[in-house]
Nanobody, 118 residues
Framework: QVQLVESGGGLVQAGGSLRLSCVAS????????MGWYRQAPGKQRELVAR???????NYADAVKGRFTISSDNAKNTVYLQMNSLKPEDTAVYYC????????????WGQGTQVTVSS
């Protein structure tokens, strides 16, 4: 089993910054990808940024140039640095981990609220 715990969400004014963290614990091995998704009220959950093992990170077009995903493998932690935040970035942000062993296992965190005021 894998547990994901996010932190770092909150209320920020437009133009501000936040840094989200996601700590993974449990049977962390054969990680294929770690990433962040978000879900705004009335909308579907969408990919924000993701790191796939051995590849460059990929980002949603809406956040390119503003958000940066990074990871610390020694700490089993993935981060999302969010700069130049906009009101449309308001959403619940979820951490996601995919393991391939070779069966695919996918885990989600409980989510952290990010609210950007105009």
């Amino acid at each position: 089993q894998v547990q994901l715990v996010e932190s770092g969400g909150g209320l920020v004014q437009a133009g501000g910054s936040l840094r989200l963290s996601c700590v993974a614990s449990g049977s962390i091995f054969s990680v294929n990808s770690m990433g962040w998704y978000r879900q705004a009220p009335g909308k579907q959950r969408e990919l924000v940024a993701r790191i796939i093992s051995g590849r460059n990170p990929n980002y949603a077009d809406a956040v390119k140039g503003r958000f940066t995903i990074s990871s610390d493998n020694a700490k089993n932690t993935v981060y999302l640095q969010m700069n130049s935040l906009k009101p449309e970035d308001t959403a619940v942000y979820y951490c996601n981990v995919i393991l391939i062993r070779p069966l695919v296992y996918e885990y989600w965190g409980q989510g952290t609220q990010v609210t950007v005021s105009s």
